[in-house]
């Protein structure tokens, strides 16, 4: 950072260039596995675009990176470290090239899902306006990038809010393997930008005093308030796609063009009075020497201790939980599921000045369900707002201002809809404390709701929780009470990672008892429902009340059911489905809302039969809808859902089949395991 001399731009570009080759050449004797991308041709953007910020601005760069990070400030050493895999890399080989990160010199991070970035730099940036830091965020992408909807979304998003965040698209006329001719009309990007009401121009890409004359421009609009803005670099593009590209896609005239857009011998012939040949000379000489010894050193290097691989999923220890709100602990309110929700979202925006509340129509209008109705009155727009209807760039952004230092709370309207924007959640949130050995974190709340109601249609009734709970690194919720409601909610806020939280949109009128002075939980643990010794019924969300009515309707004819409502699917709480499952005789009904196959009822069967108890493979039954859409008739959708007298008569069925004597002890399986 700071003003740049033709002499130490030509030194920064020579660096890159020789660290790229120097990649290639480890690459090719098998020292780094899988694909890297390089930024040959490209070196002068983020030479140029890193002398005109700040320390404490913020960059996330496309996949294509490597001189983005070194123009950060990265230790050399520890990034082709990295790229190698190796142990003493940046990320501990946890990354290796295309998703490598150095949050401690400001460099967020590549992101190989092409545009996933964007809608995270506007996070970045939302997290430094609402603390009204002087900084800003820059995000670099391809110009295939340009049509990925995530970025469009994004860039809405920044717009919207007017986020200090420059956009800058390495425009170098390949999408991949395919020209950007082939698929967008029009010689510029720059018009994207422009549509969007984002101030946008192009930027000769090969010149590094141009983009360090941008950049500077740009970040100043952005300090000043006016941001976000959007630069076209164009560039050139000197190698393949990838290392192993041979390029037969490629005309010759494109490669010719390519060679003479090169940036460093645009450089030294546009520099010749100021960059002597004796100059240049001694520059090479000296990046080839620590170029070299850079490569030396990393094939030394070992590789990452196996031992290790599964830490930093989760934080390492549960985080200490604040003090009960003021007031005495025994007050009690009966409150209805929906304000149950809204009373802990209230409560953790005046305890916590970090958290932000937004969405589609959370703010001025409450939610289309009422569930953030008077928050926006209360905390305004800075803390609470509306959004475009934009998922990708709900969640994205919210990753963004986690990994910033907000905690903020999403809501996407329908669970359904997560599914336009699931990368955000798989991909980006999941990633950044395991990747970063949990240098970064991202604690963001993510709420929706689920559940068949009469009307509803097969975009509008899915049960995505058995996806969700699949992926490592989150964890996920789905309360069933009013207090589970409030608790979970302050438990989600509360946690060091990224939180889903399904609420039951059938349960939003249910009334029940809250505890609102109660201690913060942590975001893990069943809860009984009932005690029963003759059999267990495991569930969990929107069949929760159901399968509390069968049970009660079972007692009347002398049938007495455990009933376990696992509320946290991920982490499963294994003591409780063992204690259940003993003092159900070794008799379980799992039942969920969600379609049979698939579902996470078959996970949870197969942890009692594999883990748990061997013996009792015949004593296991799931209930749950046919592999269908869910139909809108409520006629129809009777015909399918695990109703009442569905589990009553399942769980008949079941006391009729054979059962081993338990084991002993209970939790011996599962420890082996």
């Known amino acids: ?54 320390p404490g601005d913020r960059v996330l760069s496309t996949y294509r990176g490597h001189g983005w990070a070194l123009a950060c400030g990265s230790d050399p050493l520890a990034l082709l470290a990295e790229i190698a895999q190796r142990a003493d890399g940046l990320n501990g080989g946890r990354a290796g090239s295309p998703l490598l990160s150095d949050p401690d010199n400001g460099f967020l991070g590549e992101n190989s899902i092409v545009g996933g970035g964007v809608p995270i730099a506007a996070g970045v940036a939302l997290a430094l306006s609402s603390r009204a830091e002087d900084g800003v965020v820059v995000c670099s992408i391809g110009d295939g990038a340009m049509n990925q909807g995530a970025t469009t979304e994004g860039m809405v998003f920044a717009a919207a809010r007017n986020l200090p965040v420059i956009f800058i698209c390495e425009n170098n006329g390949w999408s991949e393997m395919t020209p950007i001719s082939a698929t967008t009309r029009g010689p510029d990007l720059v018009v994207r930008g422009e549509a969007l009401g984002i101030e946008s121009h192009v930027v000769d890409g090969g010149d590094p005093f141009a983009v360090a004359r941008a950049v500077a421009a740009a970040a100043q609009a952005c300090r000043n308030g006016e941001g976000p803005v959007y630069l076209e670099c164009k560039t050139v593009r000197l190698s393949g796609h990838y290392n192993r590209d041979i390029q037969h896609y490629r005309p010759k005239e494109d490669v010719e063009a390519a060679e003479r857009g090169d940036p460093i ?132 952004s919210a990753v963004g201002a986690a990994i910033a230092g907000l905690r903020p709370v999403v809501e996407i309207m329908w669970a359904d809809f997560t599914l336009v924007a699931l990368d955000q959640i798989v991909n980006q949130a999941a990633n950044v404390r395991y990747i970063n ?50 608790a979970m909610t302050r438990a989600a806020v509360a946690d060091p990672d990224p939180v889903v939280l399904i609420e039951g949109r059938r349960f939003y009128q249910d009334v029940g008892t809250v505890h609102p002075n109660s201690p913060i939980e942590p975001t893990a643990g069943a809860r009984r429902r009932r005690d029963g010794a003759d059999l267990a019924i495991v569930c969990w969300g929107a069949v929760v009340s159901d399968v509390v009515t069968a049970a009660d309707r079972l007692a009347a004819d002398g049938i007495s059911a455990t009933v376990l409502d696992l ?67 409520p006629s129809l959708q009777a015909a399918v859902l695990p109703a009442v007298s569905r589990i009553v008569d399942t769980a008949r069925e079941l006391l009729k089949a054979p059962t081993s004597s338990l084991p002993s002890p209970l939790t011996a399986a599962h420890e082996e395991v």
Not at 31 to 43: D, F, P, R, T, Y
């Open 265 to 396: 011998t645009r450089l030294m012939a546009s520099a010749a009075g100021d960059l002597s040949d004796d100059a240049v000379d001694a520059v090479d000489e000296q990046v080839a020497a620590e170029v070299e010894a850079l490569g030396r050193q990393v094939r030394a290097m070992p590789a990452p201790d196996p031992a290790s691989v599964l830490d930093h999923v989760y934080a390492a220890q549960p985080q200490s939980r604040p003090a009960p709100a003021a007031g005495p602990p025994e007050e009690t309110r009966e409150l209805t599921y929906q304000r149950a929700v809204n009373l802990a979202l209230r409560t953790e925006l005046r305890e916590r000045p970090e958290v932000v509340v937004y969405g589609e129509d959370v703010g001025k209008s409450g939610g289309i369900f009422g569930v953030s109705r008077g928050l926006w009155k209360e905390f305004g727009d800075a803390r609470v707002f509306d959004t475009p209807i934009a998922e990708a760039a709900i969640l994205g």
């Open 437 to 486: 050995r949990s240098r970064l974190s991202a604690p963001l709340t993510i709420r929706m709701q689920q559940g068949v109601t009469p009307g509803s249609c097969a975009q509008h009734s899915q049960s995505i929780e058995s996806i969700l709970a699949h992926v490592p690194g989150i964890k996920v919720g789905l309360p069933a009470t009013a207090q589970d409601a409030y």
């Open 567 to 633: 509320r946290w699917l991920r982490p499963i709480d294994d003591d409780a489905i063992a204690a259940a499952v003993r003092d159900g005789s070794g008799r379980v009904l799992v039942v969920h809302e969600d379609t049979v196959t698939g579902g996470f009822g078959a996970e949870i069967a197969a942890r009692i039969s594999e883990a748990h108890f061997p013996e009792l493979r015949s004593a296991v039954r799931r209930l749950g809808c046919p592999d269908i859409r869910m139909p809108s008739a």
């Open 1 to 54: 950072m700071g003003e740049l001399s033709v002499h130490e731009a030509y030194r920064r570009m020579a660096f890159i260039r020789q660290f790229e080759q120097k990649c290639l050449e480890l690459s090719n004797e098998g020292e780094i596995a899988g694909s890297i991308h390089l930024c040959l041709g490209q070196e002068a953007i983020p030479v140029g675009a890193l002398s005109a910020l700040r």
